[in-house]
């Protein structure tokens, strides 16, 4: 295994950017997961440091070497693909075999290796069968059982669970957690969905655009968003966002809504919005930390309910504050009703707020 | 679709379903009224003229005779047929021409369509060049190329003596030794570039991810080719091959326009022979017998090719 240093990689296609100064190390033996929407350059990062495709410049360091210009073989990654890629007409084993005989590896080392990764990944009867004749998350064993024969210093995952339907990814998610806690496996992850990198993941890159937002435990990521588009992309509901005003009433610092109410602010929040750019502040809250009344109590602010989502355990309910919607989660015994008025209560300790202009996240020191 | 085949190709339930399929035929009347015209068109058109064809094998037409006179014969067409050294003669010729040229044009479609399927310059120009045997009148350059290989004027004997290869202008079209072979380079001439457009159709499809996972696997160039690109190709290339195959066996207008099936017979084909047989010396008889015998030949190649299709289409669905 091996430590993977990432020093402003640049890719371009013409004149568009791909991936724009991304830059980060990944630790020997650490999980990372690359997420960000479609096109955010999360799967271009990946192919770069795979070596599929050439980079602009900057440099790829895997383990002591500069890898720039080694080829993908030459790289000592192995590599697991969305529809994992299974040489459709070999068997299981040949499958796991064939990067082995592009070693010329001797047959008996094969062998054994095949079998130790078919013991591990818990696919040995499935060895003489072909691709076709698996379900899809046997495939994606057999595509990690390629990946780990090889014994690669690091590991490159390209979305292996999207193909998935939605119980096996969670069942393949765990597996693939576990895979890594027992090997101790430097891994490198893409995906789209925000929860899976949140779950596996020690460390998170946050990438839109072909830019780095963020990259830190999923749990700082989660808690200190360094802007409004890493706050809207990580969890489940979307941070709520509302753009506001900054005023201030009786010398204390508010924020003020089009529609004519305040909401004021603790000292220490109101010390952030100071260092805003502009008037114009967004506050951010997870649908867990808004609190929802009935009737009108201080410091409360009021809203209109636009649907309401029972799941069981818990009832999401969106609702218009300002012109923009906001989540929240309530007991499933809480009942409202669509268009009824209720009045939101935001925990000061929790709010996020960013700048209007920027969209960074305000520091309040 | 497989289970309902499955289902009907199992003997007693096949049986059991007969007058259930008359009445669903009954039941879809309507349907078949539609088609109707059309089959009576192919009545006419194709099942008539098997049949007369087939009947017309077991009579002697002598040319003096009106061909309502034709006297019944048997199988006495058959073993004389089968009996004649022209007969062997012009099979094997038959299947030299058949299996050159199919084999030949399948190989350089497939080094045309690998070499187009990478990007360059000026690759578009170039297909489209390529494509050009394939698309202009055989007719037309069947006539081209018998200028070409003309014995005292053609342009490539002159050529070659011009480069100093051979002393003067060679026979290639009224040598028997070599007229086989050089239609054979015509006719690949104008058909690879249809085996270039199916594989080149394949090689699009060639799953790249594949291609990648193989790069990292650490496979050369030459292996992903080997080990990813061919096996998948294998579906197209069977049916490019028996498409090929059957029209070689067909072919007619290259041999009959350059050479007429001379010098002494030594570049007829099946097809070539049975025209002359029929249209040149009114051996109606004899050319049906040849016709049933081809006919049959080529009702195997057929079961072949379509189950080399509905082999691919099964390997489909099991996927």
């Known amino acids: 295994m091996a430590q993977v240093v990432l020093k402003d990689l640049v890719k371009t296609y013409g004149s568009v950017y791909a991936a724009k ?43 002591d070497r500069v890898v720039n210009d080694l080829d993908p073989k030459d790289r000592d990654i192995a590599m697991v693909f969305q529809n994992y890629a299974l040489y459709p007409q070999k068997t299981v084993f040949q499958n796991l075999a064939f990067p082995l005989q592009m070693r010329k590896l001797p047959k008996a080392e094969i062998e054994a290796k095949v079998r130790e990764a078919a013991r591990v990944l818990d696919i040995t009867h499935l060895l003489e069968r072909r691709p076709r004749e698996l379900s899809g998350g046997q495939q994606q064993r057999v595509a990690l059982g390629r990946a780990l024969v090889r014994d690669p210093a690091v590991f490159l995952m390209d979305e292996p669970l999207s193909n998935l339907d939605a119980k096996l990814r969670v069942q393949m998610r765990s597996e693939i957690k576990r895979f890594h806690q027992d090997l ?34 999923p749990a700082n990521v989660f808690a200190n968003p360094v802007n409004m588009f890493v706050a ?11 753009p506001l005003e900054v005023g201030s009433v009786d010398g204390h610092t508010v924020l003020k809504s089009a529609e004519g109410w305040t909401l004021p602010l603790s000292e220490r929040n109101a010390r952030k919005v100071a260092t805003a750019s502009s008037r114009k502040v967004v506050l951010g809250a997870r649908h867990s930390t808004i609190n929802l009344h009935k009737t009108q109590v201080d410091g409360t602010v009021p809203a209109k309910v636009y649907t309401v989502e029972p799941t069981g355990d818990i009832t999401f309910v969106q ?14 015994t809480v009942h409202v009703a669509p268009d009824e008025m209720v009045w939101l209560e935001f925990d000061q300790d929790r709010i996020h707020l960013f700048d209007g202009e920027t969209e960074m996240a305000l520091r309040a020191d | 679709m497989t289970t309902i085949t499955g289902q009907l190709s199992a003997a007693p339930e096949h049986i059991a379903r007969r007058p259930n399929l008359l009445r669903q035929m009954w039941m879809s009347r309507a349907d078949y009224l539609y088609v109707l015209p059309a089959i009576v068109v192919m009545l006419v058109v194709i099942a008539y003229p098997i049949y007369y064809t087939i009947d017309l094998s077991f009579f002697k037409t002598p040319p003096g005779l009106q061909l309502r006179d034709k006297i019944f014969i048997g199988t006495e067409n058959y073993s004389a047929i089968l009996s004649s050294s022209v007969f062997w003669k012009v099979t094997l010729n038959t299947v030299i021409w058949t299996l050159a040229s199919t084999l030949i044009a399948f190989v350089l479609g497939f080094g045309a369509a690998l070499a187009l399927h990478r990007d360059f310059a000026g690759r578009a120009i170039l297909r489209a060049v390529l494509i050009i045997p394939w698309v202009i009148s055989a007719v037309a350059a069947s006539y081209i190329w018998k200028w070409i290989y003309h014995s005292d004027f053609g342009v490539l004997g002159a050529v070659m003596v011009q480069l100093g290869f051979l002393d003067r202008q060679p026979n290639f079209i009224d040598n028997v030794n070599s ?23 394949g090689l699009q499809t060639v799953p790249e991810q594949l291609l990648r996972a193989a790069k990292v696997d650490g496979a050369s160039t030459w292996q992903r080719f080997w080990h990813v690109t061919f096996p998948h190709l294998r579906g197209v290339s069977t049916v490019t091959i028996l498409l090929l195959a059957v029209a070689n066996f067909n072919s007619f207008i290259i041999p009959w326009i350059m050479t007429g099936g001379g010098p002494s017979n030594a570049s007829h084909i099946w097809i070539t022979h049975i025209y002359e047989l029929a249209f040149g010396r009114q051996r109606w008889g004899v050319a049906a017998a040849y016709s049933v015998l081809l006919f049959i030949i080529m009702m195997v190649l057929g079961y072949f090719y379509v189950r080399a299709l509905s082999g691919n289409e099964s390997k489909e669905h099991g996927a």
């Open chain 1, 184 to 217: 101790k496996a430097t891994i490198i992850y893409v995906t789209h969905d925000q929860l899976e990198a949140v779950t596996m993941a020690d460390k998170m890159a946050v990438m839109n655009g072909g830019l780095l937002q963020q990259y830190d435990s």
């Open chain 1, 232 to 242: 809207s992309f990580i969890g489940s509901p979307a941070m709520s966002l509302v």
């Open chain 1, 319 to 332: 609702a218009f504050l300002a012109g923009s919607i906001v989540n929240i989660s309530l007991p499933p």
């Open chain 2, 179 to 201: 007229v086989l072979p050089s239609l054979i380079v015509v006719n690949i001439w104008r058909e690879f570039p249809f085996a270039m457009i199916m594989l080149m159709a």
């Open chain 1, 21 to 63: 100064d991304v830059s980060l190390t990944v630790n020997d033996g650490e999980f990372v997961a690359l997420v960000g929407p479609s096109g955010c350059g999360k799967t271009t990062t990946l192919n770069l440091v795979a070596g599929l495709i050439p980079i602009t410049s900057g440099d790829i360091v895997i383990g």
